[in-house]
């Protein structure tokens, strides 16, 4: 009798449309980013390659460092963009991709990034309110001093979150 | 009594390496009066937060239905889990504990449904066992993998038990009656399912089929037929549970096989309607006394998954003492023993001077004794073949006792069952 050959292990998907956009935002603002002759679309072609390569890894001890690479690149982009009409947009929209890439993730089922909807809208409403606050207040060391208090505060206030999960729990009704 | 604290959520470790990113891009923006790494570092800020508002605001209910199939070392485990409150069951995760004493299989298979997640895990068992399945941990995991909450479910763990099948056919063993006027034993099967024995007063709670209605209307008062049972007999399972000199890890091993061979055997006897009984002789002999019936095989399978191994080797007369004390002599009585201690220290001799016929079933050490890497083949060949010499020399040492059956395949208890299966067991001296 001859041995029946191990079962292959199955490819994940690679959840074509959130790495698509993931793609586009990261090259974009590496497009608009400070480095000079492509290399920062380079970049980010590059970052958000390795992180592919490490999801698809069967190990999951591996996959687990999939985002490392990507925020590394998005954060570099970022620091050092210029600043300019549209890029403040694209740096945010560039983290909601990130997040909707990492609700993706193909060792669950399918459909994360849908099932994400209701906790990206959040950040997605700040951004958007942070967004235009810039856009239509007067420019000056002013607005930017009380947009830096005020995200201190929101920092100790999600530092405190983070100490007490249960301020999260909601008790149940009793009937 | 107040409920249980509700399990709280948990930070994944994605989380806090996040929210230390968005930090450092917010201090970058300010640092460098650039307001784009903080547009960057907004989304990762908030979505941990955001998750943990997003998801069940406490420990989500969920229901667990579990069974296990297979035969033989085959063991499955199916289950499913449905969710309430419309909580999408495709963010569930369900981690499967497998007891120490099965082997992985095949990897656990999930198939998910918005509504409910199924899942299969096989195993095997590679000794006779009583395994005990946890009920698997439910997660809910946000999608983005940064909070998770664990779910409660109100299912109770499964218990497995592995034994030889030869024990299914044990029906037509003639046990020795142990109670005081065997004659006038109830016959413990409604109806005319016994022999007949004779004709007594009707009470209150006879069957309608049990009355003798020609007899009553003879003599004019309500009579009932009363039945013996000539198949039923009672048996006693004997566990020496008494630590030896193969060491802990082995008799750990042995007695784990044996528990799961003594409730095959009270399984059989209870269907055949025997009455049973149970000792587990440690330090003291912990006994379940005398029944039948479902009841009782319950009481015996959670004795028998509470038995544990002493660490202290206490005189084998107490355990004869102890034994008189809780059964009537001429009880039938199956021992486990390894026999790996000095036979000075064996039961059975003690057991059959108080009047107890005794049969042992000794599980042999040898399939499972660790190969030594230090020897040459030819050697380890030689080594074997003593072992097995002085183990057939305790066997037959044994004998001079008692009957013993020497119990070297772990799933197959044929020769034992052919053996109790003869007219009669020899009785006590």
Known sequence: ?175 | MSPPPSPALRWRPLAPFLLAVGAALLIAAVVTRNPVPLFLGLPLLLAPVAAGVAGPRSAPPVRVDLRVEGSGGEVRLEGRVATERGLDARDLLVEVARPPSLREAADTQFDRSPTALRFRTDWTAPEPTIAEVDVPTVLWRDPMGLVEREAVSNAVPLVVTRYPPELLRIGAVHLERTTPLPGETHSRRVGESGEFHGIRLARPDDPPRQINWRATARAGRPLANEYDLDKTGDILILIDARPTSLGRVLDERLFAIVRAAALGLADSFLSIKARVGLGVFGEFLDVVPLSTGRTHRIRIETALRRAHLSSVSAPAERCAVAARRSFPTGLTTVVFSSLANDPADDVSPYLRRRGFPVVVLSPSPLPILPVTSLLSAKDEELAARITRLVRRNRVARAWQEAPTIDWDNYWSLGQFVDFVRRPRIRRAG
């Open chain 1, 1 to 175: 009798m001859t041995p029946s050959p191990p079962p292959r292990r199955e490819l994940p998907s690679v959840r074509p449309v959130s790495l698509a956009l993931l793609l586009v935002s990261a090259g974009f603002l590496g497009y608009l980013s400070g480095f000079p002759g492509g290399f920062g679309i380079l970049l980010a072609l590059t970052g958000v390659a390795v992180a592919l390569v490490l999801r698809m890894s069967p190990s999951r001890e591996v996959a687990a460092y999939a985002p490392v690479p990507v925020l590394a690149v998005l954060a570099l982009e970022a620091a050092t963009a210029p600043v300019g009409f549209g890029t403040e947009l694209l740096a945010g929209l560039a983290g909601l991709s990130f997040l909707a890439w990492l609700a993706d993730d193909p060792a669950r089922p399918a459909g994360g990034a849908l099932r994400a909807l209701p906790t990206l809208s959040l950040p997605a409403l700040a951004l958007g309110i942070a967004w235009s606050s810039a856009l239509f207040l007067p420019p000056g060391a002013v607005p930017l001093g009380v947009a830096g208090g005020l995200l201190a505060l929101t920092l100790i206030a999600v530092a405190l979150l983070v100490g007490s999960p249960t301020v999260f729990d909601r008790e149940e009704a009793r009937s």
